[in-house]
């Protein structure tokens, strides 16, 4: 009974750490994704939370006061007189009923506002992905009412980089680095000890040290700022570890399999193509999440070897940052549109890893 009861108290610890860390993490993601979907002018007024339903004041009519108006002077509305900055802020005339002044001193504009229950996902709108996968002006108002004009990010030929970029880099050195487990684990060949503590010392050397080397050869071969350059780097850099997962597999493989191969006739190709990689799925789609996903965030060596000639999603990211820092409703689209494609692959291949352990089985 002792031991029931503090195996039940373990599980709902381990339940209510959980449920703390996931929405620790989902409640911020939850917020972005709203927020990609609001008006610019409503993030500045209000939490994204406010798409939920509730009761609040809404725009139901607006009207603009004689040009002969003073903003200077106190004014009077329905009864009520107070100065700009009091307008500005808004005035309850009524219970429910308020008055706002809209923008600066030279609109005029009188918003009028009532109290209304407002339903689930009132005014969104997918201008703002329309406007960061534009590269044409973006036009937009702020929270003070200002028409703001901003060019265009061209988010969707970052996209397409990127994707040229992962694709080929995740591919390149799961082929490489499947070939060389196969012959570190199977294969007897003079100096393969050597060569593999050599592969297995790689994983400790930073890469940043090796940029500048490299990118002294690209510019003088011709290569910097291409595709293939990138590719290059990220199957060099990516290259140990992915050996050295692979080769912990493996290695781990029945050897009957492969002396039956051996008896029937099977090449050492044969071998690998017919029996070694379907076997290794589940490390090689391991080692694909890895991979995709280090390369579809990587910044650094993006940056250093294809600069803005062709800009993947990080690096417009941080040029959104730095050039349109203020508006969210931009940034928000831009972060969500980089977070689909990773994990479209993410949950795409973990259904593939977990058929592939059901096919690596070997029945006795």
């Not at 290259?239 to 002396?259: G, H, K, M, Q």
Request: hydrophobic share 50%; proline share 5%.
């Amino acid at each position: 009974m002792i031991k029931t009861r503090k195996s039940l108290t373990g599980r709902i610890l381990v339940l209510i750490t959980l449920v703390v860390i996931v929405t620790a993490w989902t409640i911020p993601t939850l917020g972005v994704f709203v927020t990609s979907f609001r008006d610019s002018k409503d993030i500045y007024s209000s939490g994204w939370w406010s798409v939920l339903p509730h009761k609040d004041f809404v725009k139901t009519a607006e009207f603009e006061l004689p040009a002969d108006t003073n903003p200077d002077a106190p004014i009077e509305l329905e009864g009520v007189t107070a100065d700009f900055a009091d307008w500005r802020e808004g005035i309850a005339v009524s219970e429910n009923r308020t008055l706002r002044w809209y923008g600066n001193k030279r609109s005029r504009k009188i918003e009028v506002y009532e109290e209304k229950w407002i339903g689930f996902g009132a005014n969104l709108t997918l201008q703002n992905y329309r406007d960061v996968l534009s590269g044409g002006t973006v036009d937009f108002v702020d929270g003070e009412g200002n028409t703001i004009t901003r060019q265009g990010n061209d988010f969707a030929d970052a996209v397409l980089n990127s994707i040229a970029v992962a694709i080929p880099a995740t591919i390149i050195p799961i082929l490489i680095a499947a070939f060389a487990a196969y012959a570190f684990a199977w294969m007897e060949f003079p100096g393969r000890k050597p060569l593999f503590i050599m592969v297995v010392a790689l994983l400790v050397v930073p890469l940043q040290i090796a940029l500048i080397p490299i990118l002294r050869d690209y510019t003088r071969w011709g290569l910097n700022g291409t595709f293939v350059g990138m590719w290059l780097a990220h199957t060099g850099f990516g290259l140990p570890l992915a050996v050295y997962l692979l080769y912990n597999y493996i290695s781990t493989l029945p050897r009957d399999i492969f002396e039956s191969a051996y008896l029937d006739g099977a090449t050492p190709f044969v071998t690998f193509v017919r029996l070694v990689l379907p076997l290794s799925i589940p490390a090689l789609a391991s080692f694909a999440i890895f991979q995709f996903l280090w390369v579809w965030n990587d910044y650094l060596v993006a940056l250093v070897f294809l600069g803005d000639k062709n800009r993947v999603v990080t690096s417009a990211l941080a040029a959104m940052i730095g050039e349109k820092g203020q508006d969210w409703h931009l940034l928000t689209s831009g972060a969500f549109l980089s977070m689909i494609i990773p994990l479209t692959v993410f949950f795409g291949l973990q259904r593939f890893f977990v058929r592939g352990l059901m096919a690596g089985s070997v029945k006795g």
